[in-house]
């Protein structure tokens, strides 16, 4: 028979072995279901595959929800390219008023037509447009860019006010004058262009153009109204070009 110092080293060996199991019983059945970090993957979504989720063309998820900005830049000025190199628009897309038979000369009354790109010829049945009238393109849903004929002398007021596509107006060569509010919450309006020999632009002309950024003003402009500038965007100001 062992004696009573060996049973007590048998016993303490024991408890220690014991102690051992059950201590890598309880770390297997932790690493299993409870009490880990771990995140799992979709299988649509495995990493390196190449697979994107439906309707996505990249894994980049900024890509979509934010833009180029040299792309959109690029897009405006294809816009604008655009504009210049329009023809005239077709006769039958305006309608005329104070038709003078003697001097053969004639206003816009109203633009009827849908194109999103509008060149005012100047002439319009053998009658020489001289003026764009009072409201002629008022609220019209469709017009992005319009460019006048170098006739036309005048703009009335709110002809081009409270367009909803409208970015880019560039005058012709003989506009002396702009009524009040010719753009009025025209709220698109980005870029316009002046022609030198412009005289006047009236009151609240650009009212309420927040997204106008660029307008090239000519060193004609002998009397430019209170407030044509009312509502402009602050933050546009500095970058205009004058």
Known sequence: MMNKKTAMKVILISLLCAVILISASCMKSSTGTGGTSTVDLPESSSV???DFPSGSSSSDP???SSRNPDEEASK???LMEALMNHPES?????ELCNINPYWKTAHISKYVGSSEIVVIPQKINGMTIVEVASEAFYEHPTV????LADTIERVGSYAFASCPELEIFVCGSGTKEFVTRTFAKSRKLRKVLLNEGLESVGSHSFNSCLALKEIVMPSTIEDAMAHTFWCFEREATDKLKV
């Open 48 to 50: 390196g595959s190449g």
């Open 90 to 94: 077709p006769e039958a897309d305006f």
């Open 144 to 147: 992005r860019a319009v460019r």
């Open 76 to 78: 405006k000025d294809d």
């Open 62 to 64: 900024n890509e979509g």
